[in-house]
């Protein structure tokens, strides 16, 4: 019997992280994608993340309150720093929507282990076993094989590394930096996933207020709401379902470890990704697709390779 309830909290567990993100997905290229009254795009990123980093702070803030917790004494500066980097990482990969599909920024956002290995060798001076670079090698391949354009089809896109491509690398590139903050903070203070979740979102959440303040953004955000109420709805879903996703990786992690939730948010990534091509019409030619095959077998081999080796569990930070 115990068996039994084990196996049905993991595919309960499983089934909600999917369910929740695929639906978080097509929101997200919903809102940034979508198009508006009179051919009209959404463009308010800042205050799209800002909503999002808002509720992710409520959902932590609950956490924090429902179960017991030691005191967090991380400097301020850590989760600053990792707010800061984290915040850029995910404002890019949503502009990075308005130029290209979603099937490539997911595929391009799973290229995460690239910067992650660079910065560990170039700034932790980490050696790494061959192996990993083995895995790393074959992500790259298949990011090039996806991302690259043919040449017969360069006279309606933007030849070569265009905007949103661009976007993608810098996301990769921060989010690298957020873990290697965060890798400071763990071996540091080691504080809960919670604890790094509430501050991380808090920071978060102020230097955005500032930013769509400043920038005037705000008031773009709060004309284009007016005008497209169905949007509000749209953003406020797509925060909340974010956010559920986030609960239930805490529990896989905490109930399961970090293998088995790495094995469902990389199979999650791959589903969603045809579920845009289906839903969206966002088509892939075979080479895409051979790109796709290749990025989330060298995911899945570097997390069975990973299997024992003692790695922290992963942030519960899924994007």
Known sequence: MAKSSTEFRFIFYAGSIFTCYFIYGMLQEKVTRGVYGNNEKFTATLSL???????????????????????????????????????????????????????????GKAAKPIPVLMLGVLLGRKSYPLKKYLFVFLIV????????????????????????????????LMDGLTGAVQERIKSEHSPT?????????????????????LSGEIFQFIRFVSVYPEVIVFIISLAL???????????????FGPLPCSVVTTTRKFFTVLASVIFFGNVLILRQFIGAALVFSG?????????????????????
């Open 49 to 107: 993340v800002l909503v999002q980093c808002t509720v992710n702070y409520i959902f932590a803030q609950i956490l924090m309150l429902s179960w017991k917790h030691e005191k967090d004494n991380t400097k301020k500066i850590y989760y600053f720093s990792s707010a800061l980097t984290y915040l850029l990482g995910m404002v890019c990969s949503n502009m990075a929507l308005q130029w290209v599909n979603y099937p490539t920024q997911v595929v």
């Open 141 to 172: 391949i298949g990011v090039v094989l996806f991302m690259y354009k043919d040449q017969k089809r360069v006279t309606d896109e933007t030849p070569g590394i265009g905007i949103g491509e661009l976007l993608l690398i810098l996301s990769l």
């Open 193 to 213: 996933a919670y604890a790094m979740m509430l501050n991380t979102n808090w920071w978060s959440t102020i230097i955005l207020t500032i930013g769509v303040v």
């Open 241 to 255: 379902m974010g956010a559920l996703g986030q609960l239930f990786i805490f529990y896989m992690v905490s109930e």
């Open 299 to 319: 995911l899945f081999l570097d997390i069975f390779y990973s299997k024992g080796k003692g790695q922290t569990p992963k942030r519960a930070i899924d994007k």
